[in-house]
């Protein structure tokens, strides 16, 4: 075959025809990228204004990437059977027997995504069977679309309520885009982890889907980014080593308890939204925090390393998991109650000036600038051992150093938006930008703390206080003031906390602490205080593509 014959074999084919929808008449025209229908009595006073899907009273357009599927359509596919219509909906069946429905993606507000049908009826089999085939053919077109999947369901996530979401909402909307799932239930914790670092087949499948909460995420995150590394004799341990980019895209469910990463990548916790962004083949590429102590992995992070509240919320609602998603309310007021800070050294390297800053109010969204310029390796002096080993020893070489005593010391690769603070922790942070916001809270008064977490959940800006600084880094490292024991116990158990800390009143400041706290990193207790922690910048892809800046709804 011939270049041009090839070119002219992979042109999907137009078309234009006149069909049936309800009692009306439209003109269709399916052109490369857009499926248009306009009411032929009535175009020809108005003019259309045709956008990702459009809709002026009598004309309409979807996007053909956001097409789910097209099938030949059964009597019960009218519309007009579901609005009463039965009658209407019969007779012209009989008149027109010969139908086609598209599935498409619908916008309902606030992010969420819905599937919808449109149902045209033909003059006769063979102009219905064209317009399927065509419509097929486009969507064959869009290579980025997963055809085969792995599933992991986790049925104790959350409220217990993974198998049934996968099956009553995500399974459905996956057979009608005629993507095959291999489902697989958990039966222990790491189980997903475990199967995907050493005996998954991954050559089989276009992308790996998790039906969980952020816990379940993260087990996910960990078994493709560490069989992606063995795959290719990459060290973990070494803290500078440069990790492979995962190639499977993973696809988040939410049926979880806090589900941030869901919600910081889509903009809502919907099963459907996200099955859907799944179906359509969306990518979103995000940076992924590797966490050593010395020169030994501890985790990965993706959103939210947190030492100090953070870390004793997590540490304590561990022992509440029974009580399911409220168990962080509880152990929030008991921490906040306790009001410990902690002494120590943060170390960091900050990004570059044209990486932005945590403050300047430009929040990642779709398509997002920032995220786009990519830094090429001789943007990047900290990414050689060299440089790395000579600014440890030399402070002008763009280390800070700052020794405190902190409440609070957060790191979020992302903004961490979640249902309980709709803009995060870090509202400015990028998904993909290959930095972290390190959030330094020091010692300040219950009172004060308590304003800038409340600043987390309203509009206000909760870096404004004095006891709080926030810079955008590549890599940080924190050392404890106390040494920490180094028992080969301690590797495994997590770090026990000491009872109720007195409470102060009002305006003062507490003068007990413990002497640690510990890491929580996305969710899981870590088992050292003294960490470093690397962006690496865009390690992995969701089948997600940010929030949507504007809301189109139809
Ligand atoms: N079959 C299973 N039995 C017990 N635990 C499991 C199972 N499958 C997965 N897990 C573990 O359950 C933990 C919590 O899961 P998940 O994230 O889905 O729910 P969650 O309620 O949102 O929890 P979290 O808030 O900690 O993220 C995960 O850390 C995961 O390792
Ligand atoms: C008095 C009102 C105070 C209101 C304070 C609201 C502040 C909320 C900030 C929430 C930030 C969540 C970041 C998400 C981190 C996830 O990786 C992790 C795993 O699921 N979840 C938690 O750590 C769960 C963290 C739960 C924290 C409460
Ligand atoms: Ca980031």
């Known amino acids: 075959?011939?270049?041009?014959?090839?070119?002219?074999?992979?042109?999907?084919?137009?078309?234009?025809?006149?069909?049936?929808?309800?009692?009306?008449?439209f003109e269709v025209v399916l052109n490369r990228s857009v499926l248009a229908?306009?009411?032929?009595?009535?175009?020809?006073?108005?003019?259309?204004?045709?956008?990702?899907?459009?809709?002026?009273?009598?004309?309409?357009?979807?996007?053909?990437?956001?097409?789910v599927a097209v099938r030949k359509s059964e009597e019960d596919d009218q519309d007009d059977t579901k609005t009463g219509g039965q009658k209407k909906a019969k007779q012209r069946y009989q008149l027109y027997p010969h139908a086609f429905t598209v599935s498409y993606v619908r916008r309902t507000g606030q992010h969420q995504w819905r599937c919808s049908d449109v149902t045209f009826h033909c003059a006769n089999q063979a102009l219905c069977e064209e317009w399927i085939q065509v419509i097929n053919e486009q969507l064959s077109l869009l290579a980025s679309r997963p055809k085969s999947?792995?599933?992991?369901?986790?049925?104790?996530?959350?409220?217990?309520?993974?198998?049934?979401?996968?099956?009553?909402?995500?399974?459905?909307?996956?057979r009608r885009a005629s993507i095959s799932a291999d489902v697989i239930v958990t039966e222990r914790a790491n189980h997903a982890r475990?199967?995907?670092?050493?005996?998954?087949?991954?050559?089989?499948?276009?992308?790996?889907?998790?039906?969980?909460?952020?816990?379940?995420?993260?087990?996910?995150?960990?078994?493709?980014?560490?069989?992606?590394?063995?795959?290719?004799?990459?060290?973990?341990?070494?803290?500078?080593?440069?990790?492979?980019?995962?190639?499977?895209?993973?696809?988040?469910?939410?049926?979880?308890?806090?589900?941030?990463?869901?919600f910081a990548t889509v903009g809502t916790n919907d099963p459907v939204t996200s099955a859907l962004h799944i179906i359509v083949g969306d990518s979103q590429p995000m940076d992924v925090c590797s966490v050593h102590h010395n020169d030994f992995f501890l985790r990965y992070s993706v959103s939210l390393l947190g030492y100090g509240f953070y870390g004793d919320v997590l540490t304590d609602s561990e022992r509440k998991?029974?009580?399911g998603p409220a168990r962080y309310d509880l152990s929030g007021v008991k921490t906040f109650l306790s009001h410990n800070y902690y002494e120590g050294t943060v170390s960091f390297l900050p990004a570059e000036d044209d990486m932005g800053n945590p403050r300047d109010k430009l929040q990642c969204r779709s398509g997002c600038h920032v995220c786009q310029h990519k830094p090429s390796s001789k943007d990047k002096p900290w990414e050689t051992s060299e440089e790395k080993e000579k600014s440890d020893k030399d402070s002008s070489s763009g280390?800070?150093?700052?020794?405190?005593?902190?409440?609070?010391?957060n790191a979020a690769s992302m903004s961490c938006a979640c249902p309980r603070s709709p803009k995060g922790l870090s509202p400015s942070a990028h998904l993909a930008d290959g930095t972290t916001d390190l959030i330094l809270v020091r010692k300040c008064s219950r009172f004060d703390f308590l304003r800038h977490l409340l600043r987390h959940t309203n509009k206000e800006d909760q870096f404004d206080h004095s006891f709080v600084e926030v810079h955008r880094v590549r890599t940080f490292r924190f050392q404890p003031r106390h040494q920490e024991p180094v028992s080969l116990e301690d590797l495994s158990?997590?770090?026990?906390?000491?009872?109720?800390?007195?409470?102060c009143s009002g305006q003062m400041t507490c003068n007990y602490s413990k002497a640690q706290s510990s890491w929580t990193c996305d969710g899981e207790i870590l088992p050292h205080a003294a960490i470093q922690a690397s962006v690496q910048c865009q390690l992995i892809r969701l089948f997600a593509r940010g929030i949507e800046e504007q809301q189109q709804q139809q």
């Open 194 to 262: 475990d199967h995907l670092k050493t005996e998954a087949n991954l050559d089989k499948y276009d992308g790996v889907v998790c039906v969980g909460g952020d816990g379940m995420f993260s087990e996910i995150l960990h078994g493709l980014v560490t069989r992606t590394q063995t795959d290719h004799g990459v060290d973990q341990n070494q803290p500078d080593a440069e990790l492979v980019p995962c190639s499977l895209r993973i696809g988040i469910i939410p049926a979880g308890s806090t589900d941030c990463i869901c």
């Open 399 to 409: 280390w800070s150093v700052i020794r405190g005593k902190f409440i609070a010391i």
């Open 37 to 67: 229908w306009k009411e032929i009595e009535r175009s020809r006073q108005r003019s259309s204004g045709i956008s990702s899907e459009s809709e002026t009273a009598h004309s309409h357009a979807i996007q053909v990437c956001e097409i």
């Open 493 to 503: 158990e997590t770090p026990k906390k000491k009872g109720f800390g007195p409470i």
């Open 1 to 25: 075959m011939t270049r041009l014959s090839e070119m002219m074999e992979k042109q999907p084919r137009l078309l234009s025809s006149k069909l049936f929808q309800r009692h009306r008449q």
């Open 149 to 174: 999947l792995l599933v992991y369901i986790n049925p104790y996530g959350g409220k217990r309520r993974g198998k049934r979401i996968y099956e009553q909402k995500v399974a459905p909307l996956f």
């Open 321 to 323: 998991r029974w009580l």
